[in-house]
């Protein structure tokens, strides 16, 4: 185990002399890691990650118990001493490796966010640059370039003319809201007319009811 975890180490130590300086090399290894970083490889290295880091915590544990049975009885014989020392060494080699994978990742990280930014740097200037040198582009360029504005020009009166019949249809949709909130009103208030109709005829033909009863009594008294 120990034997394992320096070697672990010294590999993790010259990825990392590697990514330092600039050596055809260091692609390389960015490809690898470029690679690793993608499909089931961030799962595999959080599965290896989770691993060590258990084994440590139990190290960490064994550690915690020798000492209390140092404690308890007072003095400590060499096995456990032994075993103290051991337990110590692992754990320290494994929080080594943790640690180098994090810089072995974050220098990954930085690197290419630095060939990323060189490479828009790159591409401003010669942006900048292109008219200042007379760099004059392929004719398919130019004369991509020289349609651009008609194109442009175009695509703007198709945008003017979509706006104004939508403001058209807007208006006639505005106009036909209020005519139907004119034409409702009309309902409404027509509505309100037939219920006082209604009413009136209702009081009427009561108190016709009412007349032909008294009538019809005094008759029969």
């Known amino acids: 185990m120990i034997n394992l975890l320096f070697l672990v180490i010294f590999l993790e130590m010259a990825l990392i002399m590697v990514?330092?300086?600039?050596t055809p090399l260091r692609k390389l290894v960015i490809l690898g890691l470029?690679?690793?970083?993608?499909?089931r490889g961030p799962l595999m290295v959080k599965s290896v990650a989770g691993t060590i880091i258990v084994v440590l915590l139990s190290n960490v544990y064994s550690m915690m118990k020798i000492r209390k049975r140092e404690i308890e009885n007072g003095a400590a014989n060499p096995t456990d001493q032994v075993l103290m020392a051991q337990r110590l060494l692992e754990a320290t080699l494994m929080g080594i490796v943790i640690f180098l994978v994090f810089m072995i990742d974050r220098l990954h990280h930085y690197i290419r966010e630095?060939?990323?930014?060189r490479k828009t740097m790159e591409a401003i200037k010669k942006q900048i640059r292109g008219p200042e040198d007379g760099i004059i582009g392929s004719p398919e360029e130019m004369k991509a370039l020289e349609e651009e504005p008609g194109k442009l020009r175009a695509e703007l009166k198709r945008l003017e003319f979509e706006l104004v019949s939508k403001t058209k249809d807007v208006k006639v949709a505005e106009a036909n809201a209020v005519a139907l909130r004119k034409q409702s009103e009309g309902f409404?208030?027509?509505?309100?007319?037939?219920l006082e109709e209604n009413q009136n005829l209702?009081?009427?033909l009561h108190s016709s009811d009412r007349r032909l009863s008294h009538s019809g009594g005094k008759k029969n008294i």
């Open 34 to 39: 470029d690679r690793l970083k993608r499909g």
């Open 114 to 117: 630095l060939r990323m930014r």
């Open 202 to 204: 209702r009081n009427e």
């Open 188 to 194: 409404l208030l027509e509505y309100d007319r037939l």
């Open 19 to 22: 990514l330092l300086f600039k």
